[in-house]
Structure formats: C-alpha cells, structure tokens
C-alpha cells in the first residue's frame, strides 16, 4: 500500500483536491440552510443520568446537554438536512464493572452459558468492535486492576436509539445516533447501556460501592507466633466462581512472596506498596493450588491488631458456582509454627536451617531480601523428622542485611527472618 501511495501521489492528490472543493461546497451549503433547532427526548435507563456529564456527537460534538433528574434532556444547536445525533458519556468507568463481568463474557466465549439480551451484548462489547472476544476481557481487567482508567474506546455508556428493534440477533447493528432535521424534534430517546456491566449490576447512590449483607470470610490472613510474619489465603476455593478485591496494607510490611500461579492480570500494586488490588476467575484461584496467595514480613511487629485490611472504598466482591454474589471478608487466624532454628543467626560466612517434618515431603526453599527479591532458592526432599540446610555467604550473593526465608510444600508452609552481617 505504501509502494502504491507515493507511485500515484499525483493523481491522489488531484482527487483529494476535487473531493475538497465539493466537500466545502457543500458544508457551505449545509452552514447556510442549518437553522438553531431544538432536540428534545429521554434517556431510557434504572439510573439517573443527570450527573453523567453527557455531551453531544455527531452535530453538536462535544457541547453538553442539560440533563432533568426525570432523565428527560435537551440540546439546542444548528441542525442540517439528515444531520445525526448521538450523546456520550466518559463517567464512571468502573460503577457496575467487576470480575462477575469478565466470568459472562468468558462463559459466552466458552459456550457454557450465552448472554441471551442485546443489551447484554452491548455491554460486553467495551471495545465496540461489535464482537466479543478476549480483548473485551482485557479491557475490563485492565479497569478493574487499575492500569487503566478507561476503556479504549473512551466510552464508559453506549446510548442507543429506542426506536430501533434490540434483539439477541442484531445488536451489533444498533445505532447509537438519530437523525435529526432543520425542525425540532421530540421523543429522540435513547436507551442507556453500561459499558461492561454484563451482570447489570450498576448501583446509584453517594456510597461508591455496592454495600451487600451477606459476608463471608474467604480471604485468611494467618500469623505465626511473633515473627511478623503474615500469609494471605483464599478459602473455599473450589466453590468461587471469581473475587476481586483490595488489600490496605501497613507500611511496616514487606511483600516478600507472591504465589507463582498468578501474573500482572491478576493483580496490581499500588506505587508505595500500601495497596494491593486483586482480581482471580475459578482458574486463577486454582492455579494457586492451597498456598499463599501473598507473604508479607516486618522487621518489627505492626502495631496495629489487623495490618492487612479490605479497603471499603473499592467494590470487594465474591461470586458463587452460581452466579450469586457476596461481600468477601478478611478471617484472622493464629498458627502454630513448625519447629525450626537458624543457628547461627545472625551469621557472616554461614549458617544451618534446621526443621521437622511429618513425613517426606518435596519442599522448596526460598530467600529473599526486604524488597521482596528472592535471591535463593532450592528443592529439598526432605525426610520425615528432622532437616538441615546449610546456607553460606555465596548462596546469598553476599546479600547482607535482613533477609527472609520461605518453606513451602503439600504439607508445610512457614516463613521467618535471619540476618546475615557484614
């Protein structure tokens, strides 16, 4: 295309020219037989869209309209001969988008259950290519996670015209414009749909989020004796659907483990790393397989009794095998550690891990420095009773400072601190 373009620039040109000349031919003529026109109709929806901030397209483009608590609108502007009209909204992206969302699209994809309403459809269609396909999913988990603040198409509602027939069948051809004339025109409805609120789960109100009854503890913080140390669980794994939520986290904590089953489209931290926001479909949650979704370390104890909390300003939620929602809820939970020591510790050159099992048992060992960086690591299979690993300098890169080890297997699952000096 590129060879073709500069090979026949003349005669493109040329054409370009004359296609100009009676394009401002005729936006001429269209200035000078436009006449101020007034549009008047109603927004057709379960919320109010006097706060959407709704602004024109097509003629118009751009300018705002004024919008009645009765959702009913008006728009005044210069209307031409079979001129289109459309309204827009770039406001609460994120209102009645969450992980239930991604499970619609994911199970019309899959063919385990098909979302059956044009309306449905729309919504699932955050792209506006009129398919739906895994990017719509990326879209919404980009939103959700954070790393984006709007969809792509930077359109957060699709207002569609109510005179035209929605079904299943022909969404894709459903025209988010009128055409309007140089007379004023009434009854211009249009129908609002939330872009990826599949679930229609969009709520009103000043609170913003969605405030449910039913609380469950699925999310357990545990603790071992007085380490500092803090594990993240999900429970009841097999029964969840999906869950996103978002941690607060005290300062004093260090992210020292992330579970190796999960990626940067499950989850998202802050940059001061204060807040972690979470996002798991049922295989996410799988790919966990039982074992800390997070480890958090401190060199000194929190003082306070919860350092790990829900933040109650983001829409923390919980979906069923079946679809029903619920609020997620954070269980605190003391454990017993298991007998372990680090003699000597602190140590300079070298030191011995020593710990027990139950029985054999495949366990992988890991250390890492207060940034979280794991800078060790090994496969132990180890025996029933008593373990001893030997960890020298050169293990450790000459890693000096506080540093944290991490015993993980079928059976075990521990965590604690050793310092190596100067």
Known sequence: MRYNYFTQSKTITCERMRAFKLFTTL?????????????????????????LDIKATGIGAGKSLTVNPDNTYSFTGLIGENAKFGIKSEK??????????IIAISNHILGKKHIITGEGFIAADV?????????????????ILGRSDRFRSEHSYRFIDASF??????????PDFIIAGPED???????????????????????????????RPVITVSSADDYGTFE???????????LQFELDIDPQLYLARINAGIDENTFSISDDRTAIRVLLTAQDIHNLHGQPLFTFNSGNIPDTGEPIRLDPSFENVAFEADGSPFQPAIAYQHTARPLISIAPNPFRDATYLSFETEQADHIELSISNIKGQIIYSSAIESNSGQNTVLITRENLNHSSGILFYHLTGPNTSTSGKLIMLD
């Open 27 to 51: 936006l001429s003529f269209v200035v000078v037989s436009a006449e101020a026109q007034t549009i008047t109709g109603k927004i057709i929806s379960k919320y109010k869209a006097d706060h």
């Open 92 to 101: 609460d992206y994120l209102n009645g988008v969450n992980v239930g969302d």
């Open 127 to 143: 792209t506006i290519d009129g398919s739906l396909s895994v990017s719509d999913i990326v879209e919404i988990r980009k939103l």
């Open 165 to 174: 027939p929605l079904f299943s069948n022909n969404w894709f051809l459903a």
């Open 185 to 215: 025109k009434s009854n211009a409805d249009f129908v609002a749909v939330k872009l990826g609120d599949v679930e229609n789960m969009f709520f009103d109100g000043e609170d913003k989020v969605a405030i449910r009854n039913d609380r």
């Open 232 to 242: 993240v669980h999900i429970k009841n794994m097999t029964s969840l659907e999906g």
